[in-house]
């Protein structure tokens, strides 16, 4: 299942990029371990680096760990695997 999002991404407690917007695919492997990966274009403006984990927010109230795993030069869209599945955000 392919779904569009926007958000937010933070790593070590700190907001890495304050809005970013993009699409995620959902699959299950066969042993039933969630996986998901998509794409996001960093609406704020910081410039894209690599991030070997952090965490996506969405707006919807999602949040799930992340790893970016391609940056796609002269643009501001990279690449992110999700780590685990996501969850619901608790306050």
Do not use: C
């Not at 569009?4 to 407690?13: I, L, N, R, S």
């Not at 042993?31 to 927010?57: A, V």
């Not at 760990?65 to 969850?87: A, N, P, Q, Y």
């Amino acid at each position: 299942m392919t779904s569009t999002f926007e958000g937010y991404v933070e790593a070590h407690g700190k907001t890495v990029y304050e809005a970013v917007r993009g699409t995620f695919h959902r699959y299950t492997r066969r042993e039933g371990t969630p996986l998901w990966d998509g794409n996001f274009s960093i609406e704020s403006g910081e410039p894209p680096k690599p991030l070997s984990q952090g965490i996506l927010h969405l707006k919807n109230g999602k949040k799930g760990k992340i790893s970016i795993t391609d940056i796609f030069l002269g643009s501001e869209v990279v690449h992110f695997r999700g780590l685990g599945d996501m969850e619901q955000e608790t306050n």
